[in-house]
């Protein structure tokens, strides 16, 4: 399995802010790599895939950079309705596996 | 706009077995692949398995043994039953559609599903 690997486990940020959640794969996945929005009591909602597209009716605040074991999601001028916990997820190999998440809390 | 809803037991008791369904609306099942995707506090986002629309299926190693996804065309419903239950097997379980490149991009809005006696 690829164990995906991401940092912080949790960060305060204030609205406003720019917030940079970082993830890493065991093993080389190319650009096989996307990010999930999770709000409180709903399912994850897919941001980002191919490591840097935007999923249509996402805002262009979210960025995702990276190829090869290293990746980036960059949230510019946080909104309220941002603050939630990110998953990164590896589709370059089954089984499919995410990362332990990064929760955003208000500062 | 595709929507998934998952319906099944709530609670399910040690050694049994796991039974839940995922209805399909607002897209037709007979496309792309159909995927069990489960969340605990202690094992986090853990990826099941998933099914075609032929019945091609793919399992997590770490299941393989005890999960079976099965797929009803007719009702727009896929399946998933997990054998030999434990406390373990305590999480909120969603199902959802994987496009090209193997990403969930839709999700139902997920089932707890309690391990208890």
């Known amino acids: 399995d690829i164990q995906m690997t991401q940092s912080p486990s949790s960060v305060s940020a204030s609205v406003g802010d720019r917030v940079t959640i970082t993830c890493r794969a065991g093993?080389?996945?190319?650009?096989?790599l996307s990010w999930f929005q999770q709000l409180p009591g709903k399912a994850p909602k897919l941001l980002i895939y191919?490591?840097?597209s935007l999923q249509s009716g996402v805002p262009s605040r979210f960025s995702g950079s990276g190829s090869g074991t290293d990746f980036t999601l960059t949230i510019n001028t946080l909104q309220p309705e941002d603050f939630a916990t990110y998953f990164c997820q590896q589709s370059k190999s089954f089984p499919l596996t995410f990362g332990g998440g990064t929760k955003v809390e208000i500062k | 706009q595709v929507q998934l809803q998952e319906s099944g037991p709530g609670l399910v008791r040690p050694s049994e077995t796991l039974s839940l369904t995922c209805t399909v609306s607002?897209?037709?099942?007979?496309?792309?692949?159909w995927s069990w995707i489960r969340q605990s506090p202690g094992r986090g986002l853990e990826w099941i398995g998933y099914?075609?629309?032929?019945?091609?299926?793919n399992y997590n190693p770490s299941l393989n043994s005890r999960v079976s996804i099965s797929i009803d065309t007719s009702r727009n419903q896929f399946s998933l039953r997990l054998t030999s239950v434990t406390a373990a097997d305590t999480a909120t379980y969603y199902c959802?559609?994987?496009?090209?490149?193997?990403?969930?991009?839709?999700w139902g809005q997920g089932i707890l599903v309690t391990v208890s006696s």
């Open positions: 607002g897209d037709s099942i007979t496309s792309f692949y």
């Open positions: 959802a559609k994987i496009i090209s490149g193997w990403i969930p991009v839709w």
């Open positions: 093993q080389d996945i190319d650009t096989w």
């Open positions: 099914i075609s629309y032929s019945g091609t299926t």
């Open positions: 191919a490591a840097s």
